[in-house]
């Protein structure tokens, strides 16, 4: 009896100090560890997400959609919740696209409590995966970009990361406009990592959309006119701009070649550029037209003004003749300008002055950015005054020794077509619906001028011009071929086997409503402006017209 009542004590005893160790350790805990401890749980039951923004929507000018945003995952996981890291690899690689040994490895990294298994999943494939309900992966809610219309004016629009954030073209510079407003969710997990409750603590707001001046289908029209180009003469790349010069809309801005934008990454740089605003060219003879607009309008010449041309002109050390081998000839200025005659031009130039030839380049907006709402905009080069040598006027007034964007000419050209004032080109048209103001202009020449300049470059596509095999029946057309040496950078002289044809043009030649200028980088077989450039030119210009219920008169 007295030991069974000695074995009580001892099981009581021993009891007891269970029970007091217990509560030690409880009191240790809750006192002492208390607040990290809660802090682990809750950071192990809820997360804070940043639920981005639905990205505002790219339209063209009738509503077509050229970038959109739809609801997709992002595939997430928490490895040490992954019971069976072989069998869920196996399971998830195909549908999400990735290797087995990759998704292992991030699923057997214990020590990670997140990993990224695939981002920005379209909805479809997040769903698949949900329905396998595996435990420690889970879906996040986010939105992918995508382009409907695909390589369709891609390097204008541009791209997104795969964070959402702009990459280049519009996406690139209006990224803030379009982005919208993140949003906040709280999501409770169970022991497994399931969510079981979500709730957002701040509503995402999405991002503007943007509609442009842009029209897909005259879009459509240029690159396939610049497709032909890349097939018949392979150049390095080409690039059309079409222009309201009443208002300086751009309708179309298009680069070859050609990529998709939901591909984009895979394209090469040189393909990846928008070549309209990107790439830096000596002009050539489209530069003539405004050696010949200065000396217009300061008095110098008048469109009847005789000249007798030597076959060749001195200007210093350099002795420049016309392209085509000829005798002394007597030509009108507006003669030298539809035949494009090096000769003349210099002439009219050295006439004009250096100082005067200097200040008409920089009041037509060449040596800066036009102020196109586009990112990467070159500002091409003009040679500073007091660094012209003795010879700079031999060459600078045909287009030589200073460099130009293709939207910068375009630019220039319809200050022409418009009756004399200068306005910076846009693309977007209204913001949420709101129109954006026109770009504010400032006249830099007469309308006298500009008419007289108008009638002249009409020569250009008349029987002797050097685009007179281009024509659109029942309608007056206007502008300039140009076909321009490169530089060789070897050598730093011009190549005599790499040029830049090119042409700008507009119409009706008399109330212009319509500009389109063409350029192609290093075409072969043929270099000449009027035979690579004009008659893509009048391509697109014969659908633009009637297109646009634009009529002859």
């Known amino acids: 009896m007295v030991a069974t009542e000695r074995r009580i004590g001892w099981l009581f005893a021993t009891f007891l100090a269970l029970l007091a160790l217990a509560a030690t350790r409880t009191a240790y805990l809750a006192a002492v560890k208390g607040h ?7 950071t192990q039951q809820l997360t804070q997400v940043t639920v981005p923004a639905a990205r505002g929507l790219i339209v063209d000018r009738h509503g077509v959609d050229l970038a959109v945003s739809e609801p997709a995952d992002n595939v997430t996981a928490t490895p040490y919740l992954v019971h069976d890291p072989v069998t869920v690899a196996r399971r ?4 999400l696209n990735r290797s087995f040994d990759a998704l292992l490895a991030q699923l057997t990294r214990r020590r990670s409590g997140f990993a990224y298994l695939a981002r920005s999943v379209p909805a479809a494939t997040g769903d698949a995966v949900a329905r396998l309900h595996i435990g420690g992966i889970t879906l996040l809610p986010v939105t992918r970009r995508d382009y409907p219309m695909g390589a369709l004016a891609s390097q204008l629009v541009g791209a997104v990361g795969i964070d959402g954030t702009g990459l280049s073209g519009l996406e690139y510079s209006r990224n803030r406009l379009l982005l919208g407003t993140a949003g906040q969710r709280r999501v409770t997990s169970d ?16 991002g503007s959309s943007v509609t442009l001046t842009l029209d897909a289908v005259l879009q459509g029209q240029a690159e ?16 059309a701009i079409v222009m309201d010069p009443r208002t300086n809309q751009i309708l179309a801005m298009a680069s070859w070649p050609r990529v998709d934008a939901n591909n984009i990454g895979s394209a090469p740089p040189y393909a990846r550029e928008n070549r309209a605003i990107g790439f830096n060219y000596e002009p050539g003879s489209t530069f003539k037209a405004f050696t010949v607009a200065g000396a217009l309008q300061d008095g110098v010449v008048t469109p009847d003004t005789s000249f007798d041309l030597a076959p060749q002109i ?17 030509l009108t200025t507006a003669q030298i300008l539809a035949q494009s005659s090096n000769v003349g031009a210099i002439t009219i130039g050295l006439r004009l002055g250096a100082d005067r030839f200097n200040y008409w380049v920089r009041r037509f907006g060449f040596g800066r950015p036009t102020g196109v709402e586009l990112p990467g905009e070159e500002r091409g080069q003009v040679l500073a005054l007091d660094k012209y040598s003795g010879s700079s006027m031999g060459n600078l007034p045909i287009g030589q020794g200073e460099s130009v964007t293709p939207l910068q000419m375009a630019t220039a050209y319809a200050a022409i077509a ?3 004032i200068l306005r910076p080109p846009h693309i977007i048209g209204s913001v949420n619906g709101r129109p954006v103001p ?26 002797g011009g050097t685009a007179s095999e281009v024509s659109i029946p029942g309608y ?16 730093g002289t011009y190549s005599q086997s790499r040029y830049v044809a090119s042409f700008v043009g507009f119409a009706p030649a008399r109330n212009p409503r319509l500009l389109v200028s063409v350029m192609a980088d290093e075409p072969q077989s043929a270099i000449y402006g009027g035979v690579v450039a004009a008659p893509a030119f009048g391509q697109i210009m014969s659908f633009a017209l009637p297109y646009l219920r634009i009529g002859p008169n």
């Open 36 to 42: 990290s401890l809660r802090r682990a749980a809750v």
């Open 92 to 95: 998830l690689a195909p549908l």
């Open 191 to 206: 022991a497994i990592g399931q969510p079981i409750a979500i709730r957002d603590s701040r509503v995402a707001q999405p």
């Open 224 to 239: 396939q006119v610049l497709s032909q180009i890349g097939q018949s003469y392979h150049p390095k790349g080409a690039t």
């Open 314 to 330: 001195q200007v210093a050390d350099r002795t420049i003749h016309d392209a085509e081998a000829r005798g002394p000839v007597t």
């Open 418 to 420: 418009n009756g004399g």
């Open 438 to 463: 026109l770009p504010a202009g400032h006249r830099i020449i007469s309308p006298q001028v500009a008419a007289e300049l108008r009638r002249m470059l009409q020569g250009v596509l008349a029987p």
């Open 476 to 491: 007056q057309l206007a502008g300039k071929t140009g076909t321009a040496n490169k530089v060789d950078p070897a050598t």
